[in-house]
Every structure is written in structure tokens, then in C-alpha cells.
């Protein structure tokens, strides 16, 4: 795909709709369904050539007003400004939207669309820092196949638990359903507790995920699924962090992340 300089810029760095499309294409925004009303792609446009990317997890006022403080010419998230339909734009909707426009600062939000990719997705980089081995897709949303991804483990709930830990920080809350040592483990960043079923009858040991229902606890442990609870924020940096990577050396500007965790 070309990169045409946005009009008007002298120097040639890319505007936000040249970066947008690239983005589009090299996660298949369009062909992944996501939640209802989520607008994967280009939420805010900016008008100033893009020569600071800013990556964040959450499309929230302060993580829009530390872009804005930082420079950033580009925001991309991967929770955006607009969830389940139209909402009025009032109250924080009209704050968010404030600091976006009186920043000039573009915003690019991508969801399922990040977390399933093979090379920069959210599960995949969760799946290697825990060092599991063999990875296949497994479990599915909607038409979305492989929603997550499972591998090899072979090692102590103990020892798993510990990695967990160390990648994702503070302490793990652990659903001791499972065998143990672990044999395969699933790994389904976020809000996975959903697929806490589809983790066992695809024969898996355990699962990692950020967080879940109340309910889950008793579910995973009559299941006989171990759960590993690591934080919705936490377990989805990576993926965000990694696009903004790849966007900065596609296109020769800079990035950075701006972290703002929830402890959720």
C-alpha cells in the first residue's frame, strides 16, 4: 500500500488516514466481527501530519490529555471512544472529545481485530512471555475463530503461577481446578472468563486470561480447568505497545506508551 503525505505537508510524514488504512489492512479490521457499536479503525481524525505516535490501552480522558501533554499527533487504543450504538455526547463523551479536538490529536481504536493477530496480538505475546510452546488457535466469539490461543505448558501450577506474576504483576488471583503439572494452557487476554467452557472441552488444563465472573470460580473448578486471573489492563499492553512499534518504524516517526492501569 502507498503512503501519501497528508495536503498540504511539506516535510512528507503520513496524516492519520494514511496510517489508518495501513493499520486496517495489516490486521483485517474489516473482516473480524467485534462487539456491537465498538468502530474498529479511525475514531477522530486529526489534521497535522503524524510524527508522534501515542499508544494507550483505554480511549480515557487521561490517557487523551497525556498524548495531548506528550505531543502525540496519533492515539491508537485498543478500548475506544464508543461501545454498543450511538451515545450523547455529554458529560465524559463530550470531555474526551474536547481534548481530542483541541489537540488536533487523531485517534485509532482496534479490538478483537489486535488481540487474534499472529504476529502483534495480545494473546500471541502473552502466550510467548509465559513461554508456552506449540500454539493453535482455539475457542471462538461470534463468527471469530480462534479467539484464543492454546500451547504447551509442562510445568507446575506453582512455576505457572509465578510467571504470571512476573509478566503481568501483582498477584494472580488462581482458580485451582486443573491438573497439575499443567499440561496445555489457553490464553484469552481481557475480559476471557467467558470461554472458561470452551477452555475445557477443547481439553485444556488451565487458562489465562484478565479477568471474570463470580461465577467462573465455581465453573472452572467443576470443569476441572485451572484459572489464572491477571488483570484486564495488564494482560492487554502488549498487543497496543507492539502496533505502535510497528507503525513508527513503517512510516520513520517515534512512539509511546502512555500507561494509565485501572488495577482491574
Not at 495531548?68 to 450523547?88: E, I, K, S
Request: net charge negative; hydrophobic share 45%.
Amino acid at each position: 500500500m502507498g503512503v501519501n503525505p497528508p495536503a498540504g505537508s511539506e516535510t512528507g510524514a503520513p496524516g492519520c488516514r494514511d496510517i489508518a488504512a495501513w493499520i486496517d489492512d495489516l490486521l483485517s479490521v474489516d473482516e473480524i466481527e467485534d462487539y456491537p457499536g465498538v468502530l474498529n479503525g479511525l475514531q477522530v481524525e486529526g489534521a497535522r501530519p503524524v510524527r508522534l505516535v501515542g499508544a494507550a490501552v483505554d480511549a480515557c480522558l487521561a490517557s487523551i490529555e497525556a498524548a495531548a501533554d506528550a505531543g502525540c499527533d496519533m492515539l491508537l487504543v485498543h478500548h475506544g471512544l464508543f461501545w454498543g450504538g450511538p451515545q450523547r455526547v455529554t458529560g465524559p463523551a463530550y470531555r474526551r472529545l474536547k481534548a481530542l479536538f483541541d489537540a488536533d490529536l487523531a485517534l485509532y481504536s482496534v479490538h478483537l481485530p489486535l488481540d487474534i493477530h499472529p504476529e502483534l496480538g495480545n494473546n500471541l505475546l502473552a502466550a510467548r512471555v509465559l513461554g508456552l510452546g506449540n500454539c493453535e488457535p482455539f475457542g471462538s466469539f461470534g463468527s471469530v475463530e480462534g479467539i484464543g490461543l492454546a500451547g504447551l505448558a509442562g510445568v507446575p501450577v506453582s512455576e505457572m503461577a509465578a510467571r504470571v506474576a512476573e509478566a503481568f504483576g501483582g498477584n494472580p488471583t488462581v482458580i485451582l481446578g486443573g491438573p497439575d503439572p499443567i499440561g496445555r494452557m489457553g490464553v484469552v487476554t481481557g475480559g476471557g472468563g467467558s470461554l472458561i467452557r470452551q477452555a475445557a472441552e477443547s481439553g485444556l488444563d488451565a487458562l489465562l486470561t484478565g479477568e471474570g465472573n463470580h461465577h467462573t470460580y465455581h465453573e472452572a473448578a467443576e470443569l476441572g480447568l485451572t484459572v489464572f486471573y491477571a488483570g484486564h489492563y495488564a494482560t492487554e499492553t502488549a498487543g497496543i505497545r507492539a502496533l505502535a512499534a510497528r507503525v513508527a518504524a513503517r512510516f520513520g516517526g517515534e512512539h509511546i506508551f502512555l500507561d494509565h492501569p485501572t488495577g482491574l
